[in-house]
């Protein structure tokens, strides 16, 4: 059984930087690949960053543009963990932000940022940005 449990989430401030961790567990559980997808009350959810493991020294990183450049999420193998650093927190980042990963073969010029592209998921975490 996979298993990707989210935590950091909370109550911030404008402009906080608050960090999520997403920590993945399972038997027989691999992956090349990572994201953050968020969904605020109302509204669809929608994908925020992506992560795919590199052979070389830098993995491949997509955001969405709202969060481009306030961002930054990256791994840590030897804890089976996925980070996102959220810099620059606004109002509008208020949401329930999910972490994913996918199990299915990975293409090296390929960008996935679609929730069919992804094959788990996390409960969720929630973080509120007050103004």
């Known amino acids: 059984q996979v298993q990707l449990v989210e935590s950091g989430g909370r109550f911030v401030q404008a402009g906080d930087s608050p960090r999520l961790a997403c920590t993945a567990s399972g038997r027989g559980f691999s992956t090349d690949i990572a994201a953050w997808f968020r969904q605020a009350p109302g509204k669809e959810r929608e994908f925020v960053a992506t992560?795919?493991?590199?052979?070389?020294?830098?993995?491949?990183?997509y955001y969405t543009a709202s969060v481009k450049g306030r961002f930054t999420i990256s791994r840590d193998s030897a804890k089976n963990t996925v980070n996102l650093l959220m810099n620059s927190l606004k109002p509008e980042d208020t949401a329930v932000y999910f972490c994913a990963s996918r199990t299915r073969t990975t293409l090296t010029d390929m960008t996935y940022a679609s929730i069919l592209d992804y094959d788990y998921w996390g409960q969720g975490t929630q973080v509120t940005v007050s103004s």
């Open positions: 992560i795919k493991w590199s052979s070389g020294d830098t993995d491949y990183t």
